[in-house]
């Protein structure tokens, strides 16, 4: 064997023939194995045809756009202190919120050159938010472990992010309390300013159902003493490892956070301006990055996120103003790569609520039906599919049309029908406008947050691993 036909791998002082993966094509227990799969394949013309059939004509706007529109986008990021201690982390998050006056972003396309100063102030009116955890191997303010590192730090961010420094109640961690009080499946608190932790995060103590407070003051576990935080009810911290990556943990509050963010700007407007709330809102609209749904075990604050907005939604009717306006942009994933093959079939500016008999069916490939429905424990939006009048495809989610989803039956009939979602053309205005060539399937708010919030994988993520490790040693 000549010097050119091997290799040292990277992860490894082991010398490998580069013809290896050869062998293992050819061997003939993997091609045994090969011929009994079954995988999902393009669709074929007649399958195009049939889904395309199911597209309409896409819904005219009934209402005022809004003027002003909020776009949410976070990234995450786990730097290394030290090449050769590569298992020695800390974690940052950061979330960017841009406020963006839609009549001024429209009035740039009547004009025959974009002037790049405008283009600037447009975009002034954004803020991000960036929060540092410890990771692996590393402890934060006399703690002994990662975990109750990661616990401490969350839970001061939340207390300490307020949109009035001076009130405590307008910290994110009391919007987190203002949802929680919309919780069900669990024991309820006896007020607005208490929530239930559903157990002690001591892994030596099985302490349930523990009253905390939107306080000040440090709290105990009545059994075990052990410290706890009302921010321990998203149990991220059951996600946190001593020992290895935590970027999973790290990913679960980037994704809970962005929709905190949301609630808690809809909740200062309403307590800010309790009676001139539905003014303020009817004139607002959130561009979310990602689908209406928040997963892993921090889940259960979608339920409560739909059902809050139930409750403001019938104040905003009952005044004769449209439902909140969310929308949450999916620029990858299953639905999008699926439709994307059909997008040579679908009809320009026509619109599909997807259901989850065809996503079952063709979407989710060779999945059977659950005794749910797609996305009951996280989602609290309903994806469409459209395809604009210039042939851009868009997926994206609304909020349900429903409070609960407590009728699984109900439920499941009453999402899929798309004349339950009034504002539907008020979204498809929005996208229209806003149809952005920066990233594919993005829009301009989305795509500016994201500007303003990823942390790049090179040269950004390296310009944090030497800062992390120039501030350590200071």
């Given at each position: 064997?000549?010097?050119?036909?091997?290799?040292?791998?990277?992860?490894?002082?082991?010398?490998?023939?580069?013809?290896?993966?050869?062998?293992?094509?050819?061997?003939?227990?993997?091609?045994?194995?090969?011929?009994?799969?079954?995988?999902?394949?393009?669709?074929?013309?007649?399958?195009?045809?049939?889904?395309?059939?199911?597209?309409?004509?896409?819904?005219?706007?009934?209402?005022?756009?809004?003027?002003?529109?909020?776009?949410?986008?976070?990234?995450?990021?786990?730097?290394?202190?030290?090449?050769?201690?590569?298992?020695?982390?800390?974690?940052?998050?950061?979330?960017?919120?841009?406020?963006?006056?839609?009549?001024s972003f429209t009035?740039?396309?009547?004009?025959?050159?974009?002037?790049?100063?405008?283009?600037?102030?447009?975009t002034k009116n954004?803020?991000?938010?960036?929060f540092a955890f410890?990771?692996?191997?590393?402890?934060?303010?006399?703690?002994?472990?990662?975990?109750?590192?990661?616990?401490?730090?969350?839970?001061?961010?939340?207390?300490?992010?307020?949109?009035?420094?001076?009130?405590?109640?307008?910290?994110?961690?009391?919007?987190?309390?203002?949802?929680?009080?919309?919780?069900?499946?669990?024991?309820?608190?006896?007020?607005?300013?208490?929530?239930?932790?559903?157990?002690?995060?001591?892994?030596?103590?099985?302490?349930?159902?523990?009253?905390?407070?939107?306080?000040?003051?440090?709290?105990?576990?009545?059994?075990?003493?052990?410290?706890?935080?009302?921010?321990?009810?998203?149990?991220?911290?059951?996600?946190?490892?001593?020992?290895?990556?935590?970027?999973?943990?790290?990913?679960?509050?980037?994704?809970?956070?962005?929709?905190?963010?949301?609630?808690?700007?809809?909740?200062?407007?309403?307590?800010?301006?309790?009676?001139?709330?539905?003014?303020?809102?009817?004139?607002?609209?959130?561009?979310?990055?990602?689908?209406?749904?928040?997963?892993?075990?921090?889940?259960?604050?979608?339920?409560?996120?739909?059902?809050?907005?139930?409750?403001?939604?019938?104040?905003?009717?009952?005044?004769?103003?449209?439902?909140?306006?969310?929308?949450?942009?999916?620029?990858?994933?299953?639905?999008?790569?699926?439709?994307?093959?059909?997008?040579?079939?679908?009809?320009?500016?026509?619109?599909?609520?997807?259901?989850?008999?065809?996503?079952?069916?063709?979407?989710?490939?060779?999945?059977?039906?659950?005794?749910?429905?797609?996305?009951?424990?996280?989602?609290?939006?309903?994806?469409?599919?459209?395809?604009?009048?210039?042939?851009?495809?868009?997926?994206?989610?609304?909020?349900?049309?429903?409070?609960?989803?407590?009728?699984?039956?109900?439920?499941?009939?009453?999402?899929?029908?798309?004349?339950?979602?009034?504002?539907?053309?008020?979204?498809?205005?929005?996208?229209?406008?806003?149809?952005?060539?920066?990233?594919?399937?993005?829009?301009?708010?989305?795509?500016?947050?994201?500007?303003?919030?990823?942390?790049?994988?090179?040269?950004?993520?390296?310009?944090?691993?030497?800062?992390?490790?120039?501030?350590?040693?200071?």
């Open positions: 064997m000549d010097k050119e036909s091997v290799i040292k791998m990277p992860f490894t002082s082991d010398l490998t023939d580069r013809t290896t993966h050869v062998d293992i094509v050819n061997n003939p227990d993997i091609q045994h194995f090969l011929s009994n799969c079954k995988y999902m394949i393009e669709p074929t013309g007649e399958e195009a045809t049939q889904i395309a059939s199911l597209f309409s004509g896409a819904p005219s706007c009934k209402h005022l756009l809004p003027n002003n529109i909020i776009a949410i986008d976070g990234g995450n990021y786990e730097a290394s202190i030290d090449e050769n201690l590569p298992f020695t982390r800390l974690g940052y998050v950061k979330v960017g919120n841009i406020l963006i006056k839609r009549n009035e740039l396309g009547s004009e025959r050159f974009i002037d790049p100063f405008k283009v600037a102030q447009i954004n803020a991000a938010t960036v410890p990771s692996s191997n590393m402890v934060y303010k006399g703690q002994t472990t990662v975990r109750d590192s990661f616990r401490l730090a969350m839970d001061g961010y939340l207390y300490k992010y307020r949109t009035n420094p001076a009130d405590s109640k307008t910290s994110l961690r009391s919007t987190l309390f203002k949802l929680a009080s919309y919780r069900s499946n669990i024991k309820q608190a006896s007020a607005a300013a208490e929530l239930i932790l559903h157990k002690c995060p001591n892994p030596e103590c099985n302490a349930e159902d523990i009253p905390v407070w939107d306080i000040a003051e440090s709290q105990q576990c009545p059994t075990c003493h052990h410290t706890i935080y009302p921010s321990d009810c998203l149990r991220i911290w059951e996600e946190v490892d001593d020992n290895s990556s935590n970027q999973t943990a790290l990913t679960r509050f980037t994704n809970v956070v962005e929709h905190l963010f949301a609630m808690h700007y809809i909740r200062m407007v309403v307590e800010n301006s309790p009676n001139s709330f539905v003014d303020t809102l009817s004139n607002l609209c959130f561009f979310m990055d990602g689908p209406l749904a928040i997963f892993g075990n921090s889940a259960w604050v979608h339920a409560s996120i739909l059902k809050y907005l139930a409750e403001l939604n019938k104040t905003m009717r009952a005044h004769g103003k449209s439902d909140i306006l969310i929308l949450g942009l999916c620029k990858s994933g299953a639905v999008y790569d699926y439709f994307k093959l059909i997008d040579t079939d679908l009809s320009e500016n026509s619109i599909y609520c997807l259901t989850d008999k065809i996503r079952e069916r063709y979407v989710n490939f060779n999945r059977t039906s659950s005794e749910t429905t797609f996305g009951n424990e996280t989602y609290y939006g309903q994806d469409f599919i459209y395809k604009t009048a210039s042939g851009r495809l868009f997926v994206f989610n609304i909020p349900y049309p429903v409070a609960t989803k407590s009728s699984t039956t109900n439920f499941e009939l009453e999402k899929s029908k798309i004349e339950n979602y009034a504002n539907l053309g008020t979204y498809l205005s929005l996208l229209n406008d806003f149809e952005c060539d920066l990233y594919e399937s993005a829009v301009v708010p989305v795509a500016l947050a994201k500007r303003h919030t990823a942390i790049s994988l090179n040269p950004g993520s390296k310009v944090l691993d030497l800062l992390t490790k120039a501030n350590l040693q200071k």
